[in-house]
């Protein structure tokens, strides 16, 4: 573990490699993120066995979630990076004679990630492909949660990339403390809306942006006008047997708990009793092997802690309804989630789950999907978070949009300059309106002097 001397020597090191302008190059842009596919198709074996460890991952569904989709993301950066390095022309008003402007993309700096455990791969580095395009130096804290993928990123991360620019940093919560002590020029964070406030609160000293990815409850709704409620409960039973077997413990394409300290939070929440009376499916719990038993509640109390809290596990909650549109008032009293999913034909209940809730994104008839397309920006809103990224919205996330304008000395608006008096008033009004007829016509003194005391 640095000292934190140590760590400020770094820091104030790679402060002067972005100084240099190294990273500004599309060169050395280009260059990392080939470090990172390559890290990627090297390490696979590597990153399967870390996820496996820390998480029980099967290695097709870390394939899935992190190894897949990163290669994706990384792919379509290096395809995009020219364009999105290209300045862009601005459109100015017709009244802005021998004027050009346009908006250039720059770097914001020196930037910290701090990634979250669910998804110790994807988490970390979809941010760091933005930030990496955009021509940041970047620092990782992974979590500590995860220490098989948090070494390994250490460890590939320092070989196949730049490591004048690019650091990971490991350690617990007493490490990201001293790490948001020192100044940055952007904070991602991902994690829970607790800890997203102790990273808020820390980036109000230096006025440091951030981006906050906090998740939230994502309630699924269910159109079940079609069926009965029984048979859609008997019908989730049977898929979780055609996907995890009669012993879902013992298929190996079931998760587990990432620590005791979790498992025994989730173990809590059902032996609430009157949650534990709501269980229709599962429910068993093995400590020892960090095991939890897809579980299906109905009608769980609402004020219970299943219901309010996050849950990060395989226990499902179904609240009953009379009519399917009081999904949207449900959904309403609630804070505002991530994403929601709506199951449904009717056309009338999508427009409506559009138009009168808020949600970071609303998927209709599949789940997660949207964070698999880099042409969606994936993000929360209120207590689900704030801030976007994935694609080019990550690289946006990590850059400025500077304004550039030039103009020509040929041209001048000498109205815009003391003394003052109504005719400058007028010809003034008359621009901001971009009313070039009665602007012309007010210089050639032929438009009525607007009333008014020179005085005032």
Not at 443 to 453: F, T, V, W
């Amino acid at each position: 573990m640095e000292t934190y001397r140590d760590l400020e020597r770094d820091l104030e090191d790679m402060r002067e490699y972005y100084r240099y302008g190294k990273t500004k190059e599309a060169s050395w842009r280009k260059s990392q993120l080939k470090g990172l596919l390559t890290l990627l198709k090297e390490k696979e074996g590597d990153i399967f066995k870390a996820l496996n460890q820390d998480l029980g991952k099967h290695h097709v569904e870390a394939f899935r979630d992190e190894i897949g989709t990163l290669t994706k993301t990384v792919n379509t950066a290096l395809e995009s990076l020219k364009d999105w390095m290209s300045s862009k022309t601005a459109k100015l008003p017709r009244i802005a004679l021998l004027t050009s402007a346009e908006i250039v993309p720059e770097p914001l700096g020196h930037v910290l990630i701090i990634s979250s455990w669910n998804f110790p791969f994807g988490l970390s580095l979809e941010p760091m492909i933005g930030a990496l395009a955009a021509g940041n130096t970047v620092v990782l804290k992974p979590s500590e949660l995860a220490p098989a993928c948090a070494s390994l990123l250490a460890n590939a991360i320092s070989t196949y990339l730049d490591n004048k620019s690019v650091k990971v940093i490991q350690g617990g919560s007493s490490v990201g403390e001293q790490l948001l002590q020192h100044r940055w020029d952007k904070i991602f964070f991902t994690g829970s809306a607790h800890v997203g406030r102790i990273v808020m609160s820390a980036a109000v000293k230096h006025l440091t942006p951030v981006t906050l990815e906090l998740g939230g409850k994502c309630p699924a709704v269910l159109d079940s006008l079609s069926s009965s409620w029984d048979m859609k409960v008997e019908l989730l039973k049977n898929t979780i047997k055609e996907m995890f077997g009669e012993n879902p413990k013992e298929s190996h394409s079931i998760a587990r708990i990432i620590n005791k300290q979790h498992l025994l939070r989730l173990k809590n929440l059902l032996e609430d009793p009157h949650v534990d009376a709501s269980i229709v499916y599962g429910g068993s719990v093995d400590e020892d092997n960090l095991f939890i038993e897809p579980t299906i509640l109905v009608d769980p109390p609402l004020q219970a802690a299943i219901m309010t809290d996050e849950v990060f596990g395989p226990l499902l909650p179904i609240i009953t309804l009379e009519k399917i549109e009081d999904s949207i008032q449900f959904i309403n009293s609630r804070p505002k989630s991530l994403a929601i999913y709506c199951f449904t034909k009717n056309k009338t209940l999508q427009r409506m789950m559009i138009s009168e809730t808020s949600s970071g994104s609303v998927i209709f008839n599949d789940t997660i999907i949207q964070y698999a397309a880099d042409t969606l920006p994936f993000g929360g809103v209120g207590e689900s978070g704030f801030g976007r990224y994935h694609g080019k919205f990550s690289f946006d996330t990590f850059s400025h949009e500077k304004a550039i304008v030039r103009r020509s000395f040929l041209t001048d608006f000498w109205f815009r300059f003391p003394p003052w008096n109504n005719y400058k008033l007028q010809l003034l009004e008359s621009a901001f309106n971009y009313d070039y007829l009665g602007l012309v016509l007010v210089i050639l003194g032929l438009k009525r002097h607007r009333q008014g005391s020179d005085g005032i």
